[in-house]
């Protein structure tokens, strides 16, 4: 069985290697040639695969960069999930977006400068508008769980200081799924503010800042239940 594990987890990689190589050589032809004058068929070509093999992977040419926005929506809230227990839910969400949109990183400035390019597009392309939307939804999905989870491992832990049983299970409040969509679009608009602008991916005006001012512009809002 642990040679089935493995060979899933190999296939798994590689799989995930090819949609990220197409998704790199479709940002590079849309900026290259426009979206609009490339075809699958090109990407495939560039790519060196076969058209059967890239629709296999995407069923448009616009969702062949999803792989792109993904990567970028789903670090910042996986950077969540690292920042530091003791971190208030708002500080949590601050040390994240410093960590995921920082441009020192030559990965990470390069990474941004592929969003900045697609989101540009997006804007006179209701299906890459779609793509990007689909990746922020499902960034949001995972911040949820990980807010979750900080929220529960706390309320464990206040419940066992006290000496009382551990918290049940419960559906998750409004309060929490309120918290992950505002913060969500707080970090999506300073993103696409930035895109907008040519202001460069560092400083007060890069998205890092810019997301963090967002979040810093809800104040009082209740990020978690009690």
């Known amino acids: 069985m642990a040679g089935i594990s493995t060979t899933e987890t190999l296939t798994e990689r ?33 790519a060196g695969v076969a058209p059967r093999t890239f629709y296999r992977y995407f069923p448009t040419k616009e969702e062949a960069v999803a792989p792109l926005f993904a990567a970028g929506a789903q670090m910042w809230a996986e950077a969540v999930r690292g920042a530091p227990a003791d971190l208030s839910v708002p500080d949590a969400l601050r040390h994240a977006v410093a960590e995921a949109l920082t441009a020192d990183d030559p990965a990470n400035a390069e990474s941004l400068e592929w969003i900045r390019s ?38 464990e832990e206040r419940a066992g200081e006290a000496g009382g049983a551990d918290a049940p299970l419960t559906p998750v409040p409004l309060a929490l799924r309120m918290a992950a969509g505002v913060a969500s679009t707080a970090v999506r608009v300073g993103v696409e503010t930035w895109a907008a602008s040519d202001a460069p991916a560092a400083g007060e005006l890069g998205p890092a800042a810019l997301a963090t001012r967002c ?5 009082d809002f209740s990020w978690a239940p009690a």
């Open 215 to 219: 979040l810093a512009s809800l104040g």
């Open 118 to 155: 697609l989101l540009r597009m997006a804007a006179e392309s209701p299906a890459l508008q779609a793509v990007w939307g689909s990746a922020c939804h499902a960034s949001e999905a995972t911040l949820l769980a990980v807010l979750e989870e900080r929220v529960r491992e706390r309320t």
């Open 14 to 46: 590689r799989k995930a290697a090819t949609r990220l190589d197409i998704a790199r050589t479709a940002a590079a032809l849309f900026v290259a040639d426009g979206l609009r004058a490339t075809r699958a068929e090109d990407i495939a070509r560039a």
